[in-house]
């Protein structure tokens, strides 16, 4: 199936949730934010949150800085 992820189509398999999708991206253990069609998603959600087809995701990585 595909969703948009951060503007753009991304094939993923059926039944992946936000916790599998962040590690097959290699983002596991960053500081992230995780937004579906705009909704932000709780790290302690990610999971149990199943991605559906066209869903909108959108992935946020925290820079710090000084």
Do not use: C
Request: proline content about 6%; hydrophobic content about 45%.
């Amino acid at each position: 199936m595909d969703i948009e992820l951060n503007g753009a189509p991304h094939p993923v398999t059926d039944n992946l949730n936000v916790q599998d999708l962040i590690a097959s991206l290699d983002l596991a253990n960053k500081s992230l934010a995780v937004a579906i069609n705009r909704e932000v998603v709780p790290r302690s959600q990610w999971a149990e949150r199943v991605l559906q087809p066209s869903d909108r995701v959108d992935i946020v990585k925290a820079i710090g800085g000084g």
